[in-house]
């Protein structure tokens, strides 16, 4: 199989204020899935996860894919909070056994 991809010098680039919304919107769904998984008894699944996130109201998602096109994202910061959770529960525990929320926070240093 072939592919051929030709550029045009012409052709529409990202522009900044496109990319900055990118960034800000990565960096929203990572707070709110931190807070998700800090506020939950016990972790929740990653399908928990993004049903909950596809039932609010989220601004700025991309056009004609919505939430999926930010499924990578999502999965990504899902797996940093549980790897992070899990050295809490050795090391960084409150007096009720429960994570705490710095820790949780520290896996998300997604803003620049």
Do not use: W
Request: proline share 8%; glycine share 8%.
């Amino acid at each position: 199989m072939t592919c051929i991809l030709v550029c045009f010098p012409g052709a529409p680039r990202p522009s900044e204020e496109a990319i900055r919304r990118e960034l800000a919107l990565d960096a929203a769904l990572g707070r709110r899935i931190a807070e998700l998984c800090a506020s939950a008894q016990k972790p929740p699944s990653l399908n928990t996860v993004f049903r909950t996130l596809a039932s609010e109201d989220i601004p700025d998602l991309p056009p004609g894919g919505g939430l999926d096109c930010k499924a990578t994202v999502i999965a990504e910061v899902y797996s940093q909070i549980c790897q992070v959770s899990e050295e809490c529960g050795e090391k960084g525990q409150d007096g009720d056994g429960k994570s705490t929320p710095t820790h949780l926070g520290s896996a998300l240093d997604m803003e620049a």
